[in-house]
């Protein structure tokens, strides 16, 4: 079993930043691959970013490339979501999720991930 516990939501105004984390705890596990999808209300659940462990592909949505970075940090298990020039549209729970197996799923399938966190909330004011 691997938990992820998300933290670094919050209210931001439009054009504002936000950094989100993931820590993923756990016995014996590897991870492959970290992603960040997110839910707005009455909406179904949308790939934002991810990132393979060794930190040398990433891939992004659309609606956020170019505002939005992923990383990770290896030592702690960790993966970060930078999030710039954020949008009213922008407004979801963000949720993280871990991928403990190689898998030919792309990375933004929700298939490729085998836990997911709790969610945080951003809410993102005009």
């Known amino acids: 079993q691997v938990q992820l516990v998300e933290s670094g939501g919050g209210l931001v105004q439009a054009g504002g930043s936000l950094r989100l984390s993931c820590a993923a705890s756990?016995?014996?596990?590897?991870?492959?691959?970290m992603g960040w999808f997110r839910q707005a209300p009455g909406k179904e659940r949308e790939f934002v970013a991810a990132?393979?462990?060794?930190?040398?592909?990433?891939d992004y949505a659309d609606s956020v490339k170019g505002r939005v970075t992923i990383s990770n940090d290896n030592a702690k298990n960790t993966v970060y979501l930078q999030m710039n020039s954020l949008k009213p549209e922008d407004t979801a729970v963000y949720s993280c999720?871990?991928?403990?197996?190689?898998?030919?799923?792309?990375?933004?399938?929700?298939?490729?991930?085998?836990?997911w966190g709790q969610g945080t909330q951003v809410t993102v004011s005009s």
């Open positions: 999720a871990i991928g403990i197996r190689k898998s030919s799923w792309s990375m933004s399938e929700v298939r490729r991930y085998d836990f």
């Open positions: 756990g016995r014996s596990f590897s991870t492959y691959a």
């Open positions: 990132i393979m462990w060794s930190g040398s592909i990433t």
